[in-house]
Nanobody
Framework: QLQLVESGGGLVQPGGSLRLSCAAF????????LAWFRQVPGKEREGISC????????IYLNSVKGRFTISRDNAKNTVYLQMNSLKPEDTAVYYC??????????????????????WGQGTQVTVSS
C-alpha cells in the first residue's frame, strides 16, 4: 500500500520556523517528483514548492521564495519543507504529494495538483500570536 505521511505541523508565532517532513511507505521516492501544497478552507489548493527526483531542480511559489526550502533525502525516503519567517497568511493544511516522474513535475499554477498521483493526509500549520 502506497502511503505518504506528513508530520511537523503545529502552532508557531509570526516570524517563527517549522520543518515539515513527509515519509513514504510502500514505495521508494527515487523515481518520483515531490511537492508540497497547502489549502485554506474555502480556498483553492495551491502548490507552493516542488522538487525533481534527483533534487537538482526546484520551483517555489513567489510568496514563499526566500522563506521556504524544499529538500529530499532519498535514502530516508523523505521530503522536507523548511519554513522560516512564517506569516499568518501561511496558516493552512499542508500536504505532500508524489508523481511517478523522475524529472520535475510542475506543482504551481492552475491545476498544478493534477500532475500528482499520491497524496498525504495533511498536517495543520497555524501561524498566530
Amino acid at each position: 500500500q502506497l502511503q505518504l505521511v506528513e508530520s511537523g505541523g503545529g502552532l508557531v508565532q509570526p516570524g517563527g520556523s517549522l520543518r515539515l517532513s513527509c515519509a513514504a511507505f510502500g514505495f521508494t521516492l527515487d523515481d518520483y517528483a515531490l511537492a508540497w501544497f497547502r489549502q485554506v478552507p474555502g480556498k483553492e489548493r495551491e502548490g507552493i514548492s516542488c522538487i525533481s527526483g534527483s533534487g537538482a531542480a526546484t520551483i517555489y511559489l513567489n510568496s514563499v521564495k526566500g522563506r521556504f526550502t524544499i529538500s529530499r533525502d532519498n535514502a530516508k525516503n523523505t521530503v522536507y519543507l523548511q519554513m522560516n519567517s512564517l506569516k499568518p497568511e501561511d496558516t493552512a493544511v499542508y500536504y505532500c504529494a508524489a508523481d511517478r516522474n523522475p524529472g520535475l513535475s510542475i506543482c504551481t499554477g492552475p491545476d498544478g495538483g493534477g500532475n500528482y498521483n499520491y497524496w498525504g493526509q495533511g498536517t495543520q500549520v497555524t501561524v498566530s500570536s
